[in-house]
């Protein structure tokens, strides 16, 4: 059946406002700084010595990563990429006395990262790992990596013969060292000045009277604002900050509010929605005991959500565009159906003067930007704000990696670092794996360096998938979905791959092959790719891309210099997008050079 493809404009993937009733004006529910899953994950398996065949314990050393789990959401495609590139998850390292001993020690950690790259690949990640590259895939998967590492060294280094020891230490700062390295050369700000202001000062008095413990103090950093600076040296496994389970604000608090009597009987509000309606009236409560708190959050988040006429007619023609302009509808339609009719019904609870548009619009940006998913000591997911952790910023290479599960013994929230953090060094935490415009619509900034999960998803569907109904087919890819991104990103360049995803490629190879495509030439190369079908492939994208690089007009159509901090965003954005697409353009006109010069 002719498969003729079906090019369609990227789809807006943060657009997902279905199912939403009177809960909380959310697209996905809150924003939240948090990582993937794997935050709550168990602690590493204890790694062992294993008898391999009938040696004796000092005549090898052997590591054992942890297993790729089954319930690992891509555990076929890691198990493939494991055996594909003939990668174990268990290395045996043979005691030798000649020189050549340290050197294969260091080749044996080489293969251990390796592997403990792929099994801590996320979706993204995993789908851009084309043929031949090994990492490092993006800094949060490196840092993962380096620590899962460490954590099967250092048991094995605290019961370690004498044989074994020194091996072992050279292993373990060998691998530190990594950690470092790789810190100094992602990080692209790194020091601020101190805040001496009297509401920074009092904030932090008031979280060490309430039991908070820091090794770190507030700093301002230009650009970015408030900060966490390191007040001493923090090495890896070290807590930076530790919060008193009684300090987190959360869902028990509205429970136990004068307004829970009325909210409780809303249909289909939420625990979420509740707390954003408390939060509205908490911050002008004199006797809250989270007043200094409240105090000191600034009146304007300038997230994504409160861009202006001229910063969206700056994004016209981007995905944040339709974000935004959707979320902001949302948000009003929430609005609409909700506080006005509280403030009417019950005006002694709802004050109008606190329950405005504005002040609803603040607190969703204060709960979108700021909250955390907390796993409490009842074993119970909340959704919280946490003093004092709120300040923290957010890196592409942070320090803090994990965090979210407070710890049952002391009744607290530590936020431990995974790479070390000098005394004077801004300490960076992850809000997740998000996209710029992601950050900026939530957050509002752009971050620095090269954001790997700044990808632009494509529909490529066939007139098959369409005249059926039923969802696009893989092809052969093992993928039902693609995207691309910045192809400087790639390290394979050269021809058959041209800095673009392997899946994508793979897919509309299968797609154009089953297609009434000219094949006048011979087939060339293995897998039975011709110079036809692989022309077809890059005009393909190409068709695509240009377009898409027209609509966004040109970069001097607005004027920066002088234009407000939303505008600016927009403009830094839209220039992202540019060079996203430039670089696709510029990569597949590559490609179909070096074919044509075959």
Known sequence: MNQSLILKAP????????????????????????????????????????????????DAVSFLLPPLSEKDPFFAKKKKLLATRNVDTEFLLLRRTDSSFPAEALQTLDEMVRAARILHLDETELYFAGDGDFGPFSARNELESLNSVLSVINPMLLSATDDNKEVLQVLRDTTIDMMKSFGSKNIVEKFGENC?????????????????????????????????????????????????????????????????????????????????????????????????????????????????????????????????????????????????????????????ELYTWEWFLWACELWYSNSMKVVFTDGKLRTCLVPIAGLLNHSLCPHILHYGRVDSTTNSLKFCV???????????????????????????????????????????????????????????????????????????????????????????????????????????????????????VLETILSIFNPMMEGLGKSDEFERENSSWDVKLALDYKDLQRKIIASVVASCSSGLQMLDDL
């Open 11 to 58: 789809r807006v993937v943060s657009g997902r406002l279905l199912k939403f009733g009177v809960g909380f004006p959310s697209l996905y529910g809150f924003r939240h700084r948090c990582l993937v899953c794997s935050r709550f994950s168990q602690p590493f398996p204890s790694t062992f010595y294993l008898p391999v065949n009938n040696m004796k314990k000092t």
């Open 196 to 352: 001496n202001s009297d509401a920074e000062n009092l904030l932090l008095q008031w979280g060490k009277n309430h039991g908070v413990k820091a090794k770190l103090q507030i700093a301002s950093y230009k650009g970015a604002g408030r900060g966490a600076m390191a007040a001493e040296d923090i090495s890896i496994g070290d807590v930076a900050l530790e919060i008193p389970e009684a300090l987190i604000i959360c869902e028990e608090l509205v429970f136990e509010s004068d307004m829970f009597h009325v909210l409780k009987d809303i249909d289909g509000i939420t625990a979420e929605t509740m707390l954003l309606l408390w939060s509205m009236k908490e911050r002008y409560n004199a006797n809250s005991k989270f007043k200094i708190y409240f105090e000191t959050l600034p009146n304007e988040f300038n997230t994504g959500l409160s861009f202006g006429i001229d910063a969206l007619s700056a994004l016209e023609g981007t995905l944040l565009f339709e974000e935004i302009v959707q979320a902001k509808e949302h948000l009003r339609s929430q609005y609409d159906s909700l506080c006005p009719a509280l403030c009417a019904n019950y005006p002694d609870l709802f004050q109008p």
């Open 418 to 536: 995974s790479r070390p953090c000098r005394q004077g060094e801004q300490c960076y935490l992850s809000y997740g794996c998000f996209s710029s415009s992601h950050l900026i619509n939530f957050y509002g900034f752009l971050p620095k360096g090269d954001n790997p999960y700044d990808i632009i998803p494509l529909d490529i569907d066939t007139l098959q998938d369409e005249e059926s109904n039923i969802q696009p087919t893989n092809n052969g890819s093992g993928w039902t979905t693609h995207m691309v991104r910045g192809t400087w990103l790639s390290n394979n360049n050269e021809l058959y791959s041209y800095g673009l995803p392997s899946p994508l490629l793979e897919h509309l190879r299968a797609v154009l092959r089953d297609d009434e495509i000219p094949t006048s030439l011979e087939t060339f190369d293995c897998n039975g790719i011709t110079k036809d079908t692989e022309v077809a």
